[in-house]
Every structure is written in structure tokens, then in C-alpha cells.
């Protein structure tokens, strides 16, 4: 087991501007992370014009490699349950954007949501769940073939209270159906749909990257 750490874990401190992610990667390797996790809150890896931040990211793949502090990978949040098949075009094109940004840092793996955090619980029922799962599978295919062109894999983690639970999102990664999909495993996040963390990791385990 390699011990590593988030970006994310700092948030406040980038939210009241004591720090910068520079800072937040050398704090964590001064506490001897091994490796460590991107997370884009507060970092403007895309620019008004919808381009990339080369250097943002030329920045930060530049600084992991000054202080030895491995990149393992990308996360981001994204929902493509829109209104508008135009609008759900344009989330699927924001994450492929993404996956060349990690590329860009020299990742080979990346988390994106398929559905936001946030949902409102009376839109989390099975039957919702029904509804809308040929368009997240559908989606994650899409995003998992533009990956693989980087040699890239591209993970759903149990996230929220619609996408989560062991058994909603094993049912999704058998139809999704791609080598190079997986699952990161958040052993906490269980909780948030009442299902056992211990039950829900010992089903989940043979997902997980």
C-alpha cells in the first residue's frame, strides 16, 4: 500500500489563500506522501476560451517532478443527467478535455462522476435509477474509449446518493463493459446510501484500481 493524499484535503487553505497548489504539494510531500491526487477545485485548468492551461499544467507536472512527488491521478466531478442532449454533448466534451489534461501530466488514471454529488434525494429512487442508467452507461463508454487512446483508465467511484452502493455501481461497470473502466472505491462513501462498508468493500474489491 502506498500512502498518498488529495489536493482536496487542503481545499480550505486554497479557498483562504494561504495556499497555493505548489504549497499544497509541498506540504504533502513534507508529510511523506507517496504519491498525490488532483483535484481541480480553485485551479483554472481551462481558460475563459475553453482552452487548456498549458501552463498550469506544465506547472504543476514540472513541480511533482522537482520534489519526487509521483502523480497518480484525476479526479473530477461531472454530470451528464442534463436537460438537453445538446447540454449533456457539451459535459462529455468538458470531461474529454480532462482526460487530455491528465494525459498532459503524465496520468494513466482518472475519476469522473457521471452524476452530480448533489442530486436531490427524490431523484435517487430505483426507478429513476432505471431511467436514466443506458445514458451513464452509454457516457462512461464514450469517455473510456476517448481514454484509451492515452493507454489511459478512467474509474467511477461510488459518489453521492445516486451512483453509489455496491450493487448500483458493480451493475454499471459489468454494462459499461470496458477493459479500461474500474472503480475508485471510497470505503466512507458506502455510508451515504445506508449500504455496509464492510459488506459493500468485499463485493466491490475485484472493481477497484
Request: hydrophobic share 40%; aromatic share 8%.
Given at each position: 500500500m502506498r500512502l498518498g493524499i488529495s489536493s482536496y484535503c487542503l481545499f480550505a487553505s486554497m479557498t483562504a489563500g494561504t495556499m497555493s497548489i505548489y504549497d499544497v504539494m509541498d506540504w504533502a510531500k513534507a508529510h511523506q506522501s507517496e504519491h498525490f491526487e488532483l483535484v481541480p477545485f480553485l485551479l483554472d485548468f481551462l481558460l475563459d476560451d475553453g482552452s487548456i492551461n498549458q501552463t498550469l499544467v506544465e506547472g504543476i507536472r514540472e513541480h511533482a517532478e522537482k520534489i519526487a512527488l509521483p502523480l497518480s491521478t484525476f479526479s473530477l466531478n461531472a454530470?451528464?443527467?442534463?436537460?438537453?442532449?445538446?447540454?449533456?454533448?457539451?459535459?462529455?466534451?468538458?470531461?474529454?478535455?480532462?482526460?487530455?489534461?491528465?494525459?498532459?501530466?503524465?496520468?494513466?488514471?482518472?475519476?469522473?462522476?457521471?452524476?452530480?454529488?448533489?442530486?436531490?434525494?427524490?431523484?435517487?429512487?430505483?426507478?429513476?435509477?432505471?431511467?436514466?442508467?443506458?445514458?451513464?452507461?452509454?457516457?462512461?463508454?464514450?469517455?473510456?474509449?476517448?481514454?484509451?487512446?492515452?493507454?489511459?483508465?478512467?474509474?467511477?467511484?461510488?459518489?453521492?446518493?445516486?451512483?453509489?452502493?455496491?450493487?448500483?455501481?458493480?451493475?454499471?461497470?459489468?454494462?459499461?463493459?470496458?477493459?479500461?473502466?474500474?472503480?475508485?472505491?471510497?470505503?466512507?462513501?458506502?455510508?451515504?446510501?445506508?449500504?455496509?462498508?464492510?459488506m459493500a468493500v468485499k463485493k466491490c474489491i475485484g472493481y477497484a484500481d
Open positions: 454530470n451528464v443527467l442534463k436537460e438537453t442532449e445538446a447540454q449533456r454533448r457539451e459535459e462529455i466534451a468538458r470531461i474529454k478535455k480532462f482526460i487530455d489534461i491528465a494525459h498532459m501530466l503524465g496520468l494513466k488514471k482518472m475519476r469522473h462522476d457521471t452524476v452530480a454529488f448533489s442530486r436531490p434525494f427524490d431523484q435517487c429512487t430505483p426507478e429513476a435509477f432505471e431511467e436514466v442508467f443506458p445514458i451513464l452507461v452509454a457516457s462512461s463508454q464514450e469517455c473510456a474509449d476517448y481514454a484509451a487512446q492515452y493507454g489511459m483508465n478512467t474509474t467511477l467511484e461510488n459518489h453521492g446518493f445516486f451512483a453509489n452502493g455496491a450493487d448500483r455501481v458493480i451493475r454499471v461497470l459489468n454494462a459499461i463493459d470496458r477493459p479500461n473502466v474500474r472503480m475508485t472505491m471510497d470505503v466512507g462513501n458506502f455510508l451515504c446510501v445506508d449500504d455496509s462498508s464492510e
